[in-house]
């Protein structure tokens, strides 16, 4: 069903507590304006507020582009402190997207670039068609990333490659991103919906409140030291044995049946 009232996306709830939102300018190769920005943040909450959300996919409309960047034709006129503004705005939407309490996978299909690739990179993880373009060429329009890329990407394949990426500007192919560890799995473009539904399917018959407190875990232990990170887990584990999902989870194991898991 489509449930969309955004200028700026499209977003569904499916079957199964999947949500998909779809970046959907394609005239400019759904370049992120800041509309997009907006839509975002108030899709966002829905998602958050939805006890029946379980994964949320996000792609870009069509065939030829996840999201080619933030709209350069809105660049043009602006200020540094606008600048600076828009910049915190897409910061606060990707660190929402971020810590949302379910799994965030994004399907790249096709151009991922600049501020697109930051959106990619603020998702739990990627999964991209055979023929996406991956780059952060921020650097030919003399500026730098602006939405999380110079630390996401960082963190993620290392600060060499992010590196290579940011100051040469350079397309990165498929193949490479994901020897990189960019991209989890590459797929043919018609896969890409087929399989990241059966990954939703998979996740759904797990339990909710563990898969939010794993994610909480690895999301806020990033930017935290070894032992720091480990005593989040540490007390997310002990939760898990104040719920009814845990009772339920070793319950089903031991009586070799299904868990039916309630998120509590
Ligand atoms: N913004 C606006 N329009 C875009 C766009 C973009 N990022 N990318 C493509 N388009 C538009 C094109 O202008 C064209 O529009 P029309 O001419 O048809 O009206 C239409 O989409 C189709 O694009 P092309 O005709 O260029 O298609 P091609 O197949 O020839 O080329 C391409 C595809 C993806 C290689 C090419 O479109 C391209 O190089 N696009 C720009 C990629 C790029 O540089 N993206 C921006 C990266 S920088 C900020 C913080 C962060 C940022 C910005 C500000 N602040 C804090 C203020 C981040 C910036 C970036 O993302």
């Known amino acids: 069903m489509n449930n969309s009232a955004y200028q700026t996306l499209g977003f569904e709830s499916l079957d199964g507590g999947v949500c998909l939102l779809t ?6 190769l759904n370049a992120l304006n800041s509309a997009t920005f907006t839509d975002l943040a108030h899709a966002l909450e829905r998602v958050a507020g939805d006890d029946e959300a379980r994964v949320l996919l996000i792609t870009g409309a069509g065939e030829k582009a996840f999201v080619a960047g933030a709209d350069i034709s809105e660049m043009q006129a602006m200020t540094a402190v606008e600048a600076m503004a828009l910049s915190q705005t897409a910061l606060r939407v990707f660190r929402q997207l971020e810590l949302l309490p379910i799994p965030v996978i994004a399907l790249v299909n096709g151009y991922c670039l ?11 993880w990627i999964i991209a068609s055979e023929s996406a373009v991956f780059g952060q060429p921020e650097v030919n329009l003399g500026i ?3 939405f999380g890329g110079t630390q ?10 992010a590196m290579e990426m940011i100051v040469s500007g350079r397309q990165v192919k498929a193949d490479e991103a994901l020897a ?9 473009q018609e896969r890409l919906m087929p399989e990241a539904l059966a990954m939703a399917d998979l996740i759904r018959q797990k339990g909710p409140l563990a898969i939010a407190l794993s994610k ?12 720091s990170a480990c005593q989040i887990e540490s007390q997310s584990f002990g939760l898990c044995f104040s719920s009814d999902d845990q009772e339920e989870g ?3 194991f031991l009586e070799k049946r299904k868990p039916v898991f309630k998120g509590v």
Request: charge should be positive; glycine fraction near 14%; proline fraction near 7%.
């Open 180 to 188: 990189w560890g960019l991209v989890n799995h590459l797929y043919p």
């Open 216 to 227: 909480q875990a690895i999301v806020r232990g990033q930017g935290l030291d070894l032992d």
């Open 144 to 146: 730098t990333p602006g």
């Open 152 to 161: 996401r990407l960082s963190r993620l394949i290392g600060p060499a490659r």
């Open 23 to 28: 970046i959907n300018r394609p005239a400019s």
């Open 250 to 252: 070793v319950a089903a």
């Open 114 to 124: 600049g501020g697109g690739c930051e959106l990619a990179l603020a998702c739990d």
